[in-house]
């Protein structure tokens, strides 16, 4: 009886390939919607994934993430560095600055300062040159994604001179970054070199980036350094989770892209309903006679079953490898540098992929269920 149900669905071309589209489109909206919210708010724990090495970060209590921060006194790095478990700990700067480019341009850039002796606070690779490279006098590195920003097509940044609030800086290399969540050109530089092209103000130390040592545990490093100093300090997963939650809750990213989520699930649920209303009663027929000849109702609910889950796996595994085809044809534009498929994001679509064909088998089902054997004799 299966077989049947397969041939009756394949038979009709037409509707069979509308199935086709209706549960491959919801399926490649939901997925590359979602696919895109969650690489995009991951931007806001940038700072920190660009940090590997550090494991708690100390501000002041009112700073909320890397780029929504306040600074601290210069002696707060001494009162971390004395807190027992604290292994290791280094100043970390970032700041907004305005820099002119050698054609004259002016654009804003983040400036990041790492500490001189251990570097600690750059990315864990470098796209072109290496890290000691910043011993060299005016030195700064840029990101891969700024090069683009900064720069025009084919241009080689290296070499390139800048005016960084009356300071020359000299880009030497090209960091491998994670872009932050504006996509804003990125400069990094000694910690000592940055305090010279930012503005001076009475306390300038944004973070302390600290680690622990061999068998403590950082959340309990953590609460140790903000009940001996009075800052606040978080692990990296906490603080990478701020950034994230910021972006959640101070933009309407969440709410448009819902939107789009939704929308996929509607337009699907009206594609494949209508289509396959339409299909089940162009054969309603077919259906009776089967009744007249003894198929119970149960069998007929096992082949329309049949018939959704036909549709929905093939139009599901379209609409994931669009996905999928989509992610890697754009890999290559800095926007979606670095974008990935989590894998709770396909289940995800499975999921609504079900609940659009259980919906509409249960709304075409019904005039099957009610059609009587004899009324295809009359």
Sequence with gaps: MLWIAIRMLTGDAQKFYGLLFGIAFSTLLITQQLTIFVNLIERGASGVYNAPEAEIWVMDPVSRTTDVNYAMPSTALDEVRSVPGVEWAVPHLRASASVRTASGDLEGVAIIGVDDSTL?????????????????????????????????????????????????????????AIPSFTSQVTLYTKYSQALNYVPGTRNRLTFVLAGTGEGDSPADIASRIEAQTGLKAETREDFARAGVDFIIQNTGIPTNFGITVVLGFVVGVAIVGLTFSLFIRDNIKQFGALKAIGVTNGKIVRMVA?????????????????????????????????FYIPWQIPLISLAAVIVILAITGFIALRSVLSTEPAAVFR
């Design 306 to 338: 049949a018939q959704a889950a036909l549709v929905g796996f093939v139009g599901y595994a379209l609409g994931v490898m669009g996905t999928v085809a989509f992610i890697y044809g754009f890999s290559g534009n800095p926007f979606f540098k670095g």
């Design 120 to 176: 600690i606070g750059l990315p864990e690779r470098l796209a072109q040159g290496n890290k000691s490279i910043l011993s060299q006098p005016d030195t700064v590195l840029i990101d891969d994604v700024g090069v683009g920003n900064l720069f025009d097509d084919g241009e080689d940044p290296i070499g390139q001179r800048l005016e960084l609030n009356d300071q020359r800086a000299v880009i030497r290399g090209v960091a491998d």
